[in-house]
């Protein structure tokens, strides 16, 4: 049993602050950072939260199942995963208000932190769920309000983080099964933030942790799966920085024509950033006709992770 995505939904705050915006707080150039991380702009959270954007886009995926004819109503959904590092709220969980506002009065609904791989760990314990027969159809959220944790005096980290959310409904369908999620709390001195202080990045150390383990964690994944580079139309990896995805790649020899990017519009966005890129895939119908998908996530933990999913 596998997890097929069968409805997306994304929402971006409106305001846009482009590289020159950042110049304007640190020194820096919009050439470095296009240079050095494939970033062109993040969108950043106003009136905006983690509630609201997860509201939005679970909403927005919902329709799109109700519309697909995947789902009748938000009344099947079975249970609500949101995942988030700074929600702004600590109680009630953030998936209890996206429950409400869906109608997914069946659902039970908890909210995850496993930063960057939360995505790819909240999808991969849906699937667990779908193969004890504990749910049918799941509805993924990622939602990041990070400018609010971002320290704006900081050019090494404050140049690569975006706020956003993206949300999947995937129903269980047969399809082989596979997944790996890995941490390693020794490397977590590389990206902290206490609860009311700024994020602190080494971000060489992340960069060294993620070109190794994106490919190392894709491989791993195809091993268990006895699956082959022919048998994946698509990797949707964590969107942190063009050098990582080219480097990850490179390492498992496959075209970029399969690796789609949108960090150049909006940064890295942690968990959201793998459901916001599927969901701009839906609506270029990139999957459309039963595409095979591996995803892969790595962040602060240190954690790592892939999954493996289908589409419609
Ligand atoms: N603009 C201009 N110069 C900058 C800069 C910026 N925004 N940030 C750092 N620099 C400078 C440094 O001060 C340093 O100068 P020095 O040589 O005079 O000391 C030089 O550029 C190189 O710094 P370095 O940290 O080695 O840069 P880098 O090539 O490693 O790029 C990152 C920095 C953050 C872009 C890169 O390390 C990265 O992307 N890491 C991964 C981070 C990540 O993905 N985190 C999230 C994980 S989910």
Redesign the pocket.
């Known amino acids: 049993m596998v997890g097929k995505i069968v409805g997306t939904g994304s929402y971006v705050p409106d305001t846009i602050w482009d590289n020159h915006k950042i110049a304007q707080f ?4 919009d050439e ?2 296009r240079e ?2 494939g970033i062109g702009k993040r969108h950043i959270a106003g009136v905006d939260t983690t509630v609201s954007m997860a509201i939005e886009a679970a909403k927005r995926a919902v329709e799109n199942a109700i519309t697909n004819g995947a789902i009748a109503s938000g009344e099947e959904i079975d249970a609500i995963f949101v995942c988030a590092v700074a929600p702004e709220i600590l109680l009630p969980a953030v998936a209890c208000e996206v429950q409400k506002e869906v109608g997914a009065i069946h659902a039970f609904a908890y909210d995850m932190n496993a ?2 791989s939360g995505f790819v760990f909240a999808y991969n314990q849906a699937v667990s769920f779908m193969n004890i027969g504990m749910i049918k159809t799941a509805l993924i959220i990622g939602s990041e309000h990070l400018s609010r944790i971002t320290d704006w005096t900081d ?3 404050c ?2 983080f975006g706020d956003g959310a993206g949300a999947v409904v995937v129903t269980a369908a047969s399809g082989p099964l596979g997944m790996v999620m890995h941490s390693d709390g020794s490397g977590g001195a590389a ?1 902290v933030c206490s609860h009311d202080g700024k994020m602190k ?1 080494d ?2 150390k ?2 060294r942790f ?1 070109v190794k383990s994106v490919p190392e964690c894709v491989e791993e994944l195809m091993r268990q799966m006895k699956i082959k580079e022919e048998d994946v139309d698509y990797y949707v990896l ?1 969107q ?2 063009q ?2 995805i080219e480097a990850a790649a490179k390492r498992l020899k496959v075209s970029m024509d399969k690796i789609p990017m949108n960090i150049g519009e909006y940064g ?1 966005t ?1 968990s959201a950033s793998i459901p916001i890129l599927l969901d701009e895939m839906n609506r270029k119908g990139m999957l459309e006709g039963g595409k095979r998908i591996v995803m892969a996530g ?3 933990g240190l954690s790592w992770g892939a999954g493996y999913v289908l589409t419609q």
């Open positions: 640190v020194e820096t150039s470095w950072i050095r991380t930063a960057c050019r090494g980290s140049i690569l990206l990045m971000g060489q992340v960069f993620a964590h942190a920085n050098r990582i890295n942690s790595f962040g602060a």
